[in-house]
């Protein structure tokens, strides 16, 4: 049985940082793609970034470019999210996923994903 559990959100001011994580149980994440997105309120649930199964260059939506950073911890089979330069439209629900299988062009599409965590909330504001 897969879990992954978030851990690391809370309440920031704009420009401030956070770093989630997610911890994965049942499944080695080294060679799986891994990813957060997160679901703004009243929103759909949207990619944040992701690396592929590949281990190649990570996608990021275009508004968290050169902001925030993915990277895996295949040590703690972790997958972590650093968020820096925070801005109030940041604010949602972040969620960690991954999958085994997913092949690239479905990366951006949740539905696609097989395995997903709770969620943790991120607030930023002043």
């Known amino acids: 049985q897969v879990q992954l559990v978030e851990s690391g959100g809370g309440l920031v001011q704009p420009g401030g940082s956070l770093r989630l994580s997610c911890s994965a149980s049942?499944?080695?994440?080294?060679?799986?793609?891994v990813g957060w997105f997160r679901q703004p309120p009243g929103k759909e649930r949207e990619l944040v970034a992701v690396?592929?199964?590949?281990?190649?260059?990570?996608l990021y939506k275009d508004s968290v470019k050169d902001r925030f950073t993915i990277s895996k911890d295949n040590a703690k089979n972790a997958v972590i999210l650093q968020m820096n330069s925070l801005k109030p439209e940041d604010t949602a629900v972040y969620y960690c996923?991954?999958?085994?299988?997913?092949?690239?062009?479905?990366?951006?599409?949740?539905?696609?994903?097989?395995?997903w965590g709770q969620g943790t909330q991120v607030t930023v504001s002043s």
């Open positions: 996923a991954l999958d085994e299988r997913i092949i690239t062009s479905s990366l951006r599409t949740p539905s696609h994903w097989d395995y």
């Open positions: 049942g499944r080695t994440i080294r060679s799986a793609a």
């Open positions: 690396i592929p199964r590949t281990n190649g260059r990570p």
